[in-house]
């Protein structure tokens, strides 16, 4: 089992920033992709950015260039740097881990933290 703990979000102005952090617990020797996914209101979640034990990263289209992804795995870490904000990237953030016991996926979510754009 893994367990999750966010913290970082709140509310900002536009063109502003915020950081989010995601500290991993548990059995953190099987954590492989660490991410951000995001719901806002009335819509689906939808993958943010994904970062693998390679760092190597993927990011939505509609945030390359002003979001940046990075894990610190000696501290079982993974942070979103989020940089001029919109009144669009206004969501619910929630941390994804995954996870894998042999042949088996497992994906771990945090509590979600609460991301708020003003215009």
């Known amino acids: 089992q893994v367990q999750l703990v966010e913290s970082g979000g709140g509310l900002v102005q536009a063109g502003g920033s915020l950081r989010l952090s995601c500290s991993a617990s548990g059995s953190t020797f099987s954590i492989t992709d660490m991410g951000w996914y995001r719901q806002a209101a009335g819509k689906e979640r939808e993958l943010v950015a994904d970062?693998?034990?390679?760092?190597?990263?993927t990011y939505a289209d509609s945030v390359k260039g002003r979001f940046t992804i990075s894990r610190d795995n000696a501290k079982n870490t993974v942070y979103l740097q989020m940089n001029t904000l919109k009144p669009d990237d206004t969501a619910v953030y929630y941390c994804?881990?995954?996870?894998?016991?042999?042949?088996?996926?497992?994906?771990?979510w945090g509590q979600g933290t609460q991301v708020t754009v003003s215009s």
């Open positions: 970062i693998t034990l390679g760092d190597d990263t």
């Open positions: 994804n881990v995954v996870s894998w016991y042999g042949n088996f996926r497992y994906d771990y």
